[in-house]
């Protein structure tokens, strides 16, 4: 059996006997540098470890869009109305363009996303609209005053109800007051409800008729919609087809609009002509409270906002119960790329796209009837800084 002294008598890297070794002054101030000298540099280290710094680098885009970057969405908001949706972009540049329709499409739909008709045309609508003169005097009420039960019995009534949904603290609707009753006495005047029967202007007062006001989706205030008895009513849901009127809302205006309306039905048997030959600056009203807005901008590429709010030159919101949940459909930057060439993208490289429609399908959804008031920011920071918000202005 081999002994341990014949194992270690191979040792290449044999020891010194301790007690051969001496210490010394210099080898212990030598000792005591190397110690302190690796206790700073340890520290040195942990305090770069710990500091947070910022680099940054500029990078030539030699991609074909130029100066410019296209963004690609599409998005439903249940609780918008097409009629005041609004597409805003604005960049640190300088740009501001508001409410962009040549290149963005709208399309009414209900609270379930679902389409309820054609696709929305804003139609030609005036950068400011002319009002009457503010009088001190006191109104002489002319217009009715309508509730829910006086609504719908009226509606059936009368070949044409015009009818002006208000709020006592809105701006625009206190400076359409003086010239709405004085146009509904004037129409009185010379078209006798009893007697003729042809038109009825009348004001409904959302905060206190809100389920009204709720139902024909009045989000902006005063908005002029006009209910056209007869062949327009719809059998699904009872209501009758109206219009939104957009034009001036001085006296002299107004009561020539409300003429020309008048015009159009015979005296004698009461009855709506289908075809309205008026020039009367009015659209089809949305017959729901929500909107899918779909299409493109095409931005800068420098830090900027794309807004989507509801906006009126004309109009005022009540913030506490506009509701801007929506649901992200499609959202994308730069180029359009077929699902073809990005399912061969992902498949050769995994992690390659993995981004590119990562917020397709979500959902900011506000489910509480109160406080409904909502403002959804999304920050990008792919392409370039981009801002997305959605606003009530």
């Not at 805003?88 to 609270?111: A, E, H, W, Y």
């Not at 006798?192 to 029967?197: F, I, K, S, T, Y």
Request: proline share 4%; net charge neutral.
């Amino acid at each position: 059996m081999i002994s341990s002294s014949k194992i270690k008598s191979v040792d290449f890297y044999r020891k010194i006997p301790r007690d051969l070794t001496e210490a010394s002054l210099s080898g212990a101030g030598l000792s005591i540098i190397a110690a302190l000298a690796m206790m700073f540099l340890f520290g040195m280290e942990l305090s770069n470890y710990f500091t947070v710094s910022t680099s940054t680098s500029v990078i030539v885009d030699n991609s074909s869009d130029g100066d410019f970057l296209r963004i690609d969405f599409n998005m439903s908001f249940p609780a918008l109305s097409c009629e005041f949706a609004s597409v805003d972009v604005s960049d640190v540049l300088g740009t501001n363009r508001l409410n962009i329709t040549k290149t963005i499409r709208k399309f009414s739909i209900d609270q379930h996303l679902r389409p309820t008709g054609a696709e929305f045309h804003s139609g030609p609508v005036p950068h400011s609209v002319k009002h009457g003169d503010e009088v001190d005097e006191e109104t002489v009420e002319g217009a009715v005053p309508l509730n829910g039960v006086s609504f719908d019995r009226l509606s059936h009534v009368y070949p044409i109800l015009v009818v002006n949904f208000f709020a006592p603290w809105c701006y625009w609707s206190i400076r359409l007051k003086p010239s709405w009753e004085k146009t509904a006495n004037i129409i009185r005047q010379r078209y006798d409800p009893e007697a003729d029967g042809r038109i009825l202007l009348a004001k409904v007062d959302c905060t206190e008729e809100v389920d009204l006001c709720r139902r024909h989706h009045i989000q902006g205030y005063p908005s002029i919609r006009i209910f056209r008895k007869g062949s327009d009513l719809r059998e699904d849901h009872g209501h009758h087809e109206h219009e939104s009127y957009y034009g001036d809302r001085d006296t002299e205006t107004l009561v020539k609009a409300m003429e020309d309306l008048v015009a159009s039905i015979p005296r004698e048997n009461r009855r709506l002509a289908l075809e309205d030959k008026s020039n009367i600056t009015k659209r089809p009203a949305p017959l729901t409270g929500g909107c899918r807005i779909e299409g493109y901008v095409r931005v800068k590429k420098v830090p900027g906002n794309l807004i989507i709010s509801a906006r009126s030159g004309s109009h005022s919101f009540d913030t506490s119960k506009m509701n801007m949940s929506h649901v992200i459909n499609h959202l994308s930057f730069g180029k359009t790329i077929s699902p073809r060439l990005l399912s061969d993208a992902k498949r050769l490289i995994p992690y390659l796209g993995r981004s590119h429609d990562r917020l397709n399908g979500r959902l900011f959804i506000n489910h509480r009837d109160l406080d409904a008031n909502v403002t959804v920011s999304l920050f990008f920071y792919t392409v370039l800084s981009f801002q997305l918000f959605y606003l009530c202005k």
